[in-house]
């Protein structure tokens, strides 16, 4: 499992913070990206929503689109979090590209995330994330799984976006 405290990797254009920080200008728009944007990004977009609501502009793409994991619509279900209406996305599919801030979880969406920055002119922060759906286990043990990414992603986000 990866250290989710790694430090961020610097963006294009000078910019950088440094990853679980509240430091800097709060963005106005922050992009959250996996390899399918069907597990890690969707949930962290999901949390985002949850606790800061319009006050930041958040959407979620993967490298490639792939399904929502139910195990992830569970698990923010049982926080009143509703993510039914998700639908995957890649980058390309994305219709605004004006992020100020691109939080990308695994290593294929970093290096996504550091060549939409070069032309887009969005930072980049570097949150890797294990993915639950590799979990083996009874039912439980794999839904424990999400419920811990769930509860490190909503602590590190309300770290990084304070109310």
Request: some cysteine.
């Amino acid at each position: 499992m990866e250290d989710p405290d790694v430090p961020v990797s610097g963006a294009a254009g000078g910019k950088s913070a440094e990853a679980g920080s509240a430091a800097g200008p709060r963005p106005h728009a922050v992009l959250f990206a996996c390899t399918y944007n069907a597990i890690r990004s969707p949930m962290a977009e999901g949390l985002m929503k949850h606790w800061v609501g319009r006050s930041i502009y958040v959407q979620s793409a993967g490298v490639e689109a792939g399904e929502v994991d139910p195990m992830v619509v569970e698990v923010l279900r049982e926080i009143g979090v509703d993510l039914t209406r998700h639908a995957p996305k890649r980058f390309s599919e994305l219709y605004d590209g004006n992020f100020d801030l691109v939080i990308s979880m695994t290593e294929p969406a970093r290096q996504m995330a550091q060549d939409w920055a070069r032309t887009h002119h969005s930072a980049v922060e570097h949150w890797p994330m294990a993915d639950p759906s590799a979990t083996e286990g009874k039912r439980e043990q794999r839904l424990d799984a999400f419920r811990h990414l769930r509860d490190g992603l909503l602590a590190r986000i309300k770290e990084r976006f304070p109310l």
